[in-house]
């Protein structure tokens, strides 16, 4: 993720959502959920994922495989229609279990098409099957809801989720927003593919990610299907709707690029999405194989939003994109997107990562090098925002997106640049990427990659760039 330039006066380079005062979604304690239904042998599933920042993200119990969201949107009434399919798997004794969904008017639930209770407690959708599920057993979830979308507010005072625009909506959902706009069990930990099929009025366009599969009009609406077959965390989902420009090719490597651009955003766009494919290709050396089929940007005109995002595939944009907002979203697809976080306190495994990225471009095509980007921001005083806290762990979910989190995460793997040595550093960095791909990882998990990689004890480096609080000594 990164910020809107008019957040602060240097620029996107290192900066970040505002932070304000902590707004939560309301939280459900597990006693309160009840008893199960009649038949019930087995235990329910957590009603979160045990995120020490987001306690009640995500659900326990079960894992979902497969998203099929079917949506409907009225860009006049804001109304939006929708049914979720999730083919699941359980991973215990499964006598109940929750859905993170937050508003909306859920108008039926069904289990492996037998109708199932299901009530609602803040953020959570209470599902009871008619049967106990059996550990290991697949199971399919149906949905039906409708009702007007709304974002959630974010601890640092952003807003999140289904975020409704002058030609249609802005829809991204890190951290907590996926639950705004369809069911989910929604933590990074739980990644799935998807399909989507989403109807607009006639005139509009509608973006996901992954490979368009197809569009038809008919009496005066577009429905457009998309498919994302890679393992997606909920918040990396997309189905911004507006008044594009569309622009499709496949690059050399055979990557599918879709673009999709509001009118107003377009000139400025222009000459930085032109150079997608060459920071793609640049990119896809330092790291190693591009992770997706697909690619592309989508750039709104939504003035009131503050950042971008880097959802999956296809990177969405409040405005048009500098360059080194570009370069920072597209290496999220490695760093973030295919490498996912565990919990959201390792943040500065995305943040920090794609942030050096930016100083790297930089470093080769002509700019300041590195080591000039981290001697500027060591130069800050002790008082500086930039030590207000440790990267490895910012303490709450109000300080994810704090400039803690990406510029000192950045300095951080500087340090252990100029400690092993380029040939090292960038072998760790290809490593890293290739070991979880599709999946998750930590940070204890990439200072041990870094140890092993090097033959050194590293110890003391992360602790005092990723832990030690305040300004470290000396760099």
Known sequence: MTPSRRHHPAGRIGVLRREA?????????????????????????????????????????????????TLRYDTTSRRLDGTAVLTARATQRLSRFDLDLLGLTVTGVSVDRAAAGHRRSGQELIITPRHTLRSGQEFRVTVTYHGTPRPVTDPDGSADGWIPTDDGAFVAGEPQGAMTWFPANSHPKDKSSYDFSITVPRGRTAVANGILLGQHTAHGHTTFRWRETRPMAAYLATAT???????????????????????????????????????????????????????????????????????????????????????????????????????????????????????????????????????????????????????????????????????????????LRRAVGDRTFFRILRAWAAQHRDGHATTAQFVRLAERESGQDLDELFQTWLYAQGKPDSA
Do not use: C
């Open 21 to 69: 005062a902590l707004a939560v979604v309301p939280v459900v304690v597990a006693s309160l959920l009840g008893a199960a239904g009649p038949g019930a042998s087995g235990s329910p599933g957590a009603p979160g994922a045990g995120d020490p920042y987001f306690p009640l993200s995500g659900n326990g119990g079960y894992h979902v495989r497969h998203y099929d969201l």
């Open 241 to 415: 709707i507006g008044k594009f420009k569309v622009e499709k090719y496949t690059t050399r490597d055979g990557t599918q690029v879709y673009n999709a651009v509001d009118p107003r955003e377009a000139s400025a766009a222009a000459p930085v999405l032109k150079k997608l494919p060459s920071v793609l290709a640049w990119e896809s050396k330092l790291f190693g194989p591009y992770p997706y089929r697909a690619a592309g940007s989508i750039v709104d005109h939504a003035p009131d939003v503050g950042y971008a995002l880097e959802t999956q595939t296809r990177p969405l944009y409040d405005s048009a994109p500098g360059l080194s907002t570009l370069v920072h979203e597209n290496a999220h697809q490695w760093f973030g997107d295919s490498v996912s976080l565990t919990s959201w306190k390792d943040i500065w495994l995305n943040e920090g990562f794609a942030s050096y990225a930016e100083w790297l471009y930089s470093e080769q095509h002509g700019g300041a090098s590195a080591q000039q980007t981290f001697d500027a921001l060591y130069a800050r005083p002790a008082s500086d925002g930039l030590w207000a806290y440790p990267p490895g762990d910012p303490g709450s979910g109000a300080h994810i997106f704090g400039t803690p989190v990406y510029a000192r995460g950045a300095m951080t793997l500087h340090e």
